[in-house]
Every structure is written in C-alpha cells, then in structure tokens.
Nanobody
Framework: QVQVVESGGGLVQPGGSLRLSCAAS????????MGWYRQAPGKQRELMGA???????NYADSVKGRFTVSRDNAKNTVDLQMSSLKPEDTAVYYC?????????????WGQGTQVTVSS
C-alpha cells in the first residue's frame, strides 16, 4: 500500500516563505513525476510544480520564480519551497506521486496541507 504524507503547512504573512515536504512510502514500480497541486476554495485543483524522474521541472506561470520543487529520488521525497507568498497563494496543497507500472499509470495523493497567507 502506497502512502503519501505531507507536512509543513501553516499561516504565513504576505511576502514570507514556507516549505512543504512530502514523503512517499510503499511498493512502487517506477516513479515518474512527483510534485504539488493546490486547490483554493471554489476553484479547481491546479498544478503548481512537478519534477520528472529525469529532473525536468515545470511550474505554473503564477508561481514561476517564487516556488521551487526539489526531489530526492533515493528517499522518494519532494519538497515545495515557496517564497514571496501572496494572499492568493492561500489554498490546500496536495502532493502527488505518479507511478508507471505494467498496464498504465497510477497517481497517489497526499491528504493535503493548508497554507494560509494573511497578515
């Protein structure tokens, strides 16, 4: 059974920084992408950033230059470093892990961690 566990959310002032961490455990074949989505109230879940197994990273335009995704393949962990935070970054942040296995892909999700940007 695969588990994805996030940590590091909380309340931060505008302009501040916060780091989210995520660890995946359990038996998986090949892990392709790992990264982060977020979902604000009343909005759809949107991709913030992800890194492939080869190290290629992509980010949403809204967070480029402010957010950085880093991944440790040996530990199956992925972090999200957020800086210059804005109130509009307030959302529940979800870690995801995409597994490639015979027959197709499987995506695993964490339970979500709340990030609130407010003075």
């Amino acid at each position: 059974q695969v588990q994805v566990v996030e940590s590091g959310g909380g309340l931060v002032q505008p302009g501040g920084s916060l780091r989210l961490s995520c660890a995946a455990s359990g038996s998986m074949s090949v892990i392709n992408s790992m990264g982060w989505y977020r979902q604000a109230p009343g909005k759809q879940r949107e991709l913030m950033g992800a890194v492939t197994s080869g190290g290629t990273a992509n980010y949403a335009d809204s967070v480029k230059g402010r957010f950085t995704v880093s991944r440790d393949n040996a530990k199956n962990t992925v972090d999200l470093q957020m800086s210059s935070l804005k109130p509009e970054d307030t959302a529940v942040y979800y870690c995801f892990v995409e597994e490639w296995r015979p027959g197709g892909r499987q995506t695993y999700w964490g339970q979500g961690t709340q990030v609130t940007v407010s003075s």
